[in-house]
């Protein structure tokens, strides 16, 4: 790496640069070094900070691209120029971080009120590490005439000639190829006949074919695919909601869309809601263009992290499909977003930096004018609305492709026929099974809870396991031999005796998660071939792949899992979609658990009947007369999201308004409360400005920190970022008390 700094401690006057460096910690903006030379917004350089060295990036000194009012307050005073550190060192072989990530960054942060750096952060995993790593070099011939006096000997020509047929070649490439040694090689370069270069840089991408194996589109599919293409055409910036029914053929449909985008020369990014989805998506994207894709999620290694951002951002990758994560890489020429299933829950980042994959994903193309395709059977409200203000446009698919037809959905009143004590599964769906698995064909239970049973009770004194660090019950995981709280990390193995009372051999397990419904269909259906589907046992795409293959090779009878089954999925024999408790999305009622519910169990439900056989889907239910039952037996989304407008629109509720959870914690559950009511005494005031709480947070307790709650609600017309920034720029600070903030918030716990 060049070091091309002044030392630090030098007290000389020296002439220099002023940069402006945006590093990967929580501070409010970019900090000023020095350097030597200019340096062009974009390019990653080490930098001093305290005693540390760290990886930042020369940032722009104003976020003119920021509205005013998202802006983040003023920077500090600014530091006389010969008390400024100097950067220590510049990343050459690493490419620049283009203008509109760098924009995007500074979005990213505004809209959600993160620090620019931790955001930063996420864009900088890749070539902080790469930094330190030497890039592999190549060799390749330097252009114009040979030198005068240059003599080619036998060796050296064979070089020469090796280098012909592969350019560029490292070192050992080109011995290998041509049996001269190395010395030979550097010769030829101190004689001026060959240059070194980065092999990446210069090695292209195995492009996709555009016309590798087209399919054969239904009219209504056409219809649809034309439209798609179109608005990948315009080059300008778009948005379309691409609804159809679960097994439409929606993905064959925007591949088209991919196909246009990659005539045009310019790059794609498909956003799938979970990363073991990219097995089965990649395989029907190299059957359809030939080669596979870049994949992008947190499980890559480094090696292959770092040759693909590089490629990507210098152009070389064309197409990526990866997890949100993915909207941090550095493309070249964006031209086309998907966000497939683009109303999951999973698109919302939770933890550190928060942001709404779907929601960044339109930021992202919006500031390279680039298509975006918005991919659901069951879209979310907030597209929904926006379809209907012509914000996006509209593409739907009706029916399934080919024979295959939705599947029949009933409901099986658990009040009326429940199983017996101590048991899950009805009779009805029982004998349902055990018809499909003499028909050969195959079966899905499904119920969206981990682990064996998800309470733990003592008989004799009624004490329930609890986490000793969160407000929430210990889930037994009996494979595991653990108890386990699904908030924090910590588990504990199975106990015998009551941590209470102490009373022996006491402690019952109360109500499923999946590893119980497995046991109960293991002595139901003892010749039945099971698979689990968890996401907590299938952690890994290897492992997913394998269950996957199980599955469409006919290996498996049953099929029980949480909601990774419940994804797009596409398997031909399966035909029966149990749901064990279709009621339970609908308890601890947040804003959106009727629309989540509904969209879960149509997702899940669309797993039936998806080839030539027709598939029916029994959901067990203790309501059936709920909206999402009734809305799901009809078969009426609309309606049923028509209704929940109804119940929105009111109170200015999202869509129709704006909201942004305020989380107070502290290890104390006075700090806590104090610090809420004292914000609450100050919040914003005004017309179509409302704040509610603050009230102790669902999960009251949480990593050991004592929770609050408090919610800003305002009108659509009225900007939340400002009113947040000013109130909590003025917040009291306490020890240890810690102020969160979520904008549009997806969980409510
Ligand atoms: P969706 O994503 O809408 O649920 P898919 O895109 O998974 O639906 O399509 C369902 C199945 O139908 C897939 O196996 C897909 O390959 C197949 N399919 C859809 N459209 C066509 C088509 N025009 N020609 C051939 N196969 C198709
Ligand atoms: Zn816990």
Known sequence: MAENSLPSHSRRMEAGHRLSVLVPRPLDGPLDYRSDRPLAPGTLVRVPLGRQELTGCVWD????????????????????????????????HVPPLPDDLRQFIDWVAAYGLSAPGMVLAIALRVPAQAGSMKPAMGWVRKPGPLPDKVRLTPARRAVLAALESRSPSSTAMLSEAS?????????????????????????????????????????????????????????????????????????????EAVAACLKQGRQVLVLLPEIVLTAQWTDRFERRFGIRPAVWHSELGQKTRRETWCAIAEGRQQVVVGARSALFLPFANLGLVVVDEEHENTYKQEEGVLYHGRDMA????????????LVSATPSMETLVNVQKGRFRHEVLEARHGTAQMPEISLIDMKAHGPERGQFLSPLLCESIEERMKAGEQSMLFLNRR?????????????????????????????RRI??????????????????????????????????IHEEAQARFPDARLLSMASDTLTSPAAMEEAVRKISSREVDLIIGTQVVAKGWHFPDLTLVGVVDADLGLG?????????????LHQVAGRAGRGTKPGQVMLQSYAGDHPVMKALLANDFISFMEQEAAQRRPGFWPPYGRLAAVIVSAPKERQAEELARLLALHAPRGEGIQVLGPAPAPLALLRDRYRYRLLLRTRRDIALQPLLRRWLDGAPRRNDARIDVDVDPVSFM
Not at 362 to 373: G, K, Y
Not at 487 to 508: N, R
Request: aromatic share 4%; glycine share 8%; charged share 20%.
């Open 61 to 92: 000194s104003q976020p003119t691209h920021l509205p005013a009012d998202f802006r983040p307050s003023s920077r500090g005073r600014v530091i006389a120029f010969e008390k400024l550190r100097s950067i220590t060192g510049v990343l050459e």
């Open 179 to 255: 049996g001269a040694s190395a010395a030979v090689i550097r010769g030829l370069a101190n004689a001026g006949l060959l240059e070194e270069c980065l092999m990446e840089a210069s090695s292209p991408a195995e492009q996709a074919d555009p016309d590798h194996a087209p399919p054969v589109l239904s009219e209504e599919q056409a219809e649809a695919a034309e439209a798609l293409v179109a608005g990948v055409e315009e080059r300008v910036f778009t948005v379309t909601l691409l609804e159809g029914v679960t097994g439409s053929g929606k993905t064959e449909v925007y591949f």
């Open 362 to 373: 339109i930021v992202r193309a919006r500031l390279v004018q680039a298509a975006v395709i």
């Open 451 to 479: 682990g064996y049973a998800p309470m733990t009770i003592c008989r004799a004194c009624g004490h329930r396991l609890q986490c000793p660090h969160c407000s929430a019950w210990m889930v037994e995981h009996r494979r």
């Open 483 to 516: 108890l386990a709280c699904h908030h924090c990390e910590y588990t504990q193995p199975l106990i015998s005796s009551c941590s209470d009372c102490g009373a022996q051999d006491s402690l019952v397990p109360i109500g499923p998660g999946v590893e119980r």
């Open 588 to 600: 601890g009622g947040d804003l959106r658990a009727a629309e989540r519910t509904m969209q879960l």
